[in-house]
């Protein structure tokens, strides 16, 4: 095995997507009030900053090879499966 290979934990990462998936349920709530724009807007919005959220502690977690550039762009069923987090059943 390659000496300059790190094993990763994406104990971060996890931690994140626990809050995420705590988080859901509210989320979904939100879209399912939705009546105006500014509804639509702020359900949108609070989607987004949960996103952001898993995306950085992904970004914590492999900074060394990853900007955070990088790590906006990397969609949640990629991080679960890389920090082996399964969608928690509502």
Known sequence: MDQNI???TFNNTAAALIEYDAGAAA???AWN???QNVDADAAQQADLLA???VQEAFH???SDINSLDNC???DIDFMRRV???DLTPA
Do not use: S
């Open 6 to 8: 790190k094993r990763r």
């Open 27 to 29: 989320r979904e709530g």
């Open 33 to 35: 009030r939705v009546e």
């Open 51 to 53: 996103l952001r959220k």
């Open 60 to 62: 914590k977690d492999t």
């Open 72 to 74: 906006y762009r990397v």
């Open 83 to 85: 920090a082996h987090v």
